[in-house]
């Protein structure tokens, strides 16, 4: 008896194993242009279902699709009713999964194809580079989940004449209610409602479960898939928090619809004489996970605004947000966690930005405790990004990378800040104060919102006027450096405050300097370790 059971959690765990490599190699392969195509295409609610069910179908799990949604509220990429269609649509794609173990699975003694493939995918993984090596990892993780199925198969049929499964019987309410929590427990333990499923698929293949049971086993796994969602809404900001809200209400009405009214029709059109009664068990398992998940899109959709409004006011807005993006639960798909580095990057940036031009316009000084809380969520970014794992997708490599010389010029930004009271020296000089103003007003030119850091036309516009405003201010160094000294001996000013004001002037030009490089860095489509190198002279 030992001996089957350690097959059985051979099966599971290899099969854990393959979707573990398969999904990962997938969102790596995918990559950045995933999270620029989920971004983009879910204008209305219909699309962004799709969003959801065709992200879910290429990375094989509802649960990396419900993590990048969250991820992608969070980052402020997708918005909370946007995320309502994604969510349902990964309910819908993750039903795949049953299909490919009631058609492959279990109907064909494919495991002599699993081995190869599995070799086949290491291979490639120690041998190639890039896309190639991570394609690797599916072909890899494809045959191991193969693999796994048929060790499940075999263990199942051992453990057929040996368990009597009588006592969990579906004759009343609460056996039935019984089934579902041990669903919905297994899932939660294998953490893979897929897993799960396909326990179920191939228990029902050997007979070792009924029809009705393994029906009342799924419901109960599908519910058990928003432990994971709830997990990473956790800490979260409330638009992250509603998108999770989402996964479970949906996931818990569609269950109680289909316990109260599917359950019934299937095992009806699966008697005798009837629509269902030709077809295999286990492709009626696959077809019930697919309806139910459809019947509850169909009972939610229309309602999506109705929902939007009571989610928001049963969870209400928090105003601190920006370390809330940084969870740690969004590290786990990889494009989504430099997202939502990128967001709060551009987000501190721009706050930095609106410091200095308080400053320069009306001499207001920021607060120290608002330097404090910004100290706090870079000590957090910077403990986030070296969570990051860069895959050996090379368009996401050069995305963190672009990053990490964003953050450069955050530090020397915030450096800057420690000076900014010469901002006030610089209000007392017209010519010095001549060449702030007109900083300002090529800065509010150009840029009045944080997003539009990420708009290129404008960046190179902005970087021309930078320029020329520094070599301006290069060409008249000497000149506006002869002003200052002429004001402090017309004024009888000190030695001490006469450094001050020169001090100042020199702030000045670093500062204006440090800004025309970093709109450089936004410019810049291709990037190399070398120039991050350059930046980290600065």
Not at 119 to 128: E, V
Not at 174 to 203: D, P, Y
Not at 364 to 389: E, G, H, P, S, W
Not at 469 to 498: D, V
Request: proline content about 1%; hydrophobic content about 50%.
């Amino acid at each position: 008896m030992f001996d089957v059971f350690a097959q059985l959690c051979g099966g599971i765990g290899l099969f854990l194993l393959g979707m573990t490599l398969m999904t990962d190699g997938l969102k790596d392969i995918a990559g950045e242009s995933l999270r620029q195509w989920l971004g983009r295409f879910t204008g209305s609610p219909l699309k962004a279902m799709s969003s959801g069910i065709i992200f879910t179908l290429i990375v094989q799990s509802s649960t990396a699709t419900t993590l990048a949604t969250i991820g992608f509220v969070s980052a402020g990429i997708l918005t909370f009713a946007q995320s309502v269609g994604v969510i349902i649509g990964a309910n819908i794609g993750t039903t795949s999964t049953g299909w490919m173990v009631a058609l492959l699975g279990v109907k064909f003694s494919i495991g002599k194809f699993a081995l190869p493939l599995i070799a086949a995918g290491a291979l490639l993984k120690i041998l190639a580079q890039g896309r190639l090596a991570l394609t690797g990892l599916v072909i890899a993780g494809f045959g191991l989940i193969f693999f796994g199925i048929e060790l499940l198969q075999v263990a199942m049929s051992s453990l057929a004449n040996r368990i009597d499964l009588s006592i969990f019987s579906t004759q009343n309410f609460f056996s039935k209610l019984l089934l579902v929590l041990i669903g919905l427990v297994m899932t939660v333990i294998l953490q893979s409602s897929s897993a799960a499923i396909t326990t179920t698929i191939t228990a029902l293949a050997s007979q070792i479960i009924q029809l009705e049971q393994a029906l009342l086993l799924v419901i109960g796994q599908n519910i058990g898939t928003v432990a994971t969602a709830v997990l990473a809404a956790i800490g979260a900001n409330s638009n992250a928090q509603r998108t999770a809200a989402v996964h479970v209400i949906f996931n818990l009405s569609s269950a109680t619809f289909a316990f109260l009214v599917l359950i019934p029709l299937f095992l009806w059109l699966s008697h005798q004489g009837h629509l269902l009664a030709s077809w295999d068990s286990v492709v009626i398992v696959a077809a019930f996970h697919t309806a139910f998940s459809l019947c509850g899109a169909v009972l939610l959709m229309p309602f999506i605004e109705q929902f939007k409004h009571f989610l928001t006011w049963l969870i209400p807005t928090d105003e601190d947000s920006l370390i809330q993006s940084l969870d740690e639960s969004s590290l786990s798909v990889p494009a989504v966690a430099v997202a939502n580095a990128e967001h709060v990057i551009d987000q501190t940036i721009w706050q930095q930005y609106g410091w200095f031009i308080a400053a320069f316009k009306d001499g207001q000084m920021v607060a120290a405790n608002q330097l404090k809380q910004q100290d706090q969520l870079i000590v957090k970014l910077k403990q986030y990004l070296a969570q990051i794992t860069v895959s050996e997708n090379t368009e996401e490599q050069a995305h963190l990378l672009a990053l990490l010389r964003k953050v450069v010029y955050l530090n020397v930004f915030r450096s800057d800040l420690e000076q900014l009271s010469y901002s006030l020296d610089i209000r007392t000089q017209p010519a010095l104060y001549q060449v702030i103003l007109d900083f300002v007003e090529i800065f509010d030119n150009y840029w009045k919102e944080a997003s539009d850091l990420k708009d290129y036309d404008k960046t190179c516009m902005l970087q021309n006027e930078l320029i020329l405003l520094e070599q301006w201010t290069k060409q008249h160094h000497a000149e506006l450096r002869e002003k200052i000294n002429q004001y402090a001996s017309s004024n009888q000013l000190s030695a001490a405050r006469t450094l001050e004001l020169l001090a100042a002037h020199r702030w000045l030009d670093r500062f204006i300097s440090h800004s025309q490089r970093f709109v450089n860095v936004l410019s810049e489509n291709e990037l190399s370790t070398d120039q991050l190198t350059d930046d980290a002279h600065v």
